[in-house]
Nanobody
Framework: EVQLVESGGGLVQAGGSLRLSCAAS???????????IGWFRQVPGKEREGVSC????????YYVDFMKGRFTISSDNAKNTVFLQMNNLKPEDTAVYYC???????????????????????WGQGTQVTVSS
């Protein structure tokens, strides 16, 4: 099973930036580019919500509407790592951010589709992002 480790979270002032990383490992009979990687976030008492995803095979991405223009997802397949660059952060972006993996990639992420959280197979432990006003 694929293992995922998030990093890059922290405390930042409103308007600041953070770059989250999701490092994947544990590939035995498949490869990193067989997967889609999704970023989700969750605050206490609320459901986990999707942020963005990328099909690492072809680089196709999907962004939730209210993330567009502020967040950018990218993939370094040589390093089995997906990044989420977050700019112009707002206090309402405060959450634990998780990455998840699903295979085959196109079933989880395409230009028009971002699979709901409950369908993704492997999850990281999360990284806390706190944005102060």
């Amino acid at each position: 099973e694929v293992q995922l480790v998030e990093s890059g979270g922290g405390l930042v002032q409103a308007g600041g930036s953070l770059r989250l990383s999701c490092a994947a490992s544990g590939f035995i009979f498949d490869n990193f580019d067989d997967y889609a990687i999704g970023w989700f976030r969750q605050v206490p008492g609320k459901e986990r919500e999707g942020v963005s995803c990328i099909d690492t095979e072809d680089g196709v991405t999907y962004y939730v509407d209210f993330m567009k223009g502020r967040f950018t997802i990218s993939s370094d397949n040589a390093k089995n790592t997906v990044f989420l660059q977050m700019n112009n952060l707002k206090p309402e972006d405060t959450a634990v951010y998780y990455c998840a993996a699903g295979r085959p990639g196109r079933a989880y992420c395409s230009g028009r589709y971002f699979g709901p959280a409950q369908t993704w197979k492997s999850w990281g432990q999360g990284t806390q992002v706190t944005v102060s006003s």
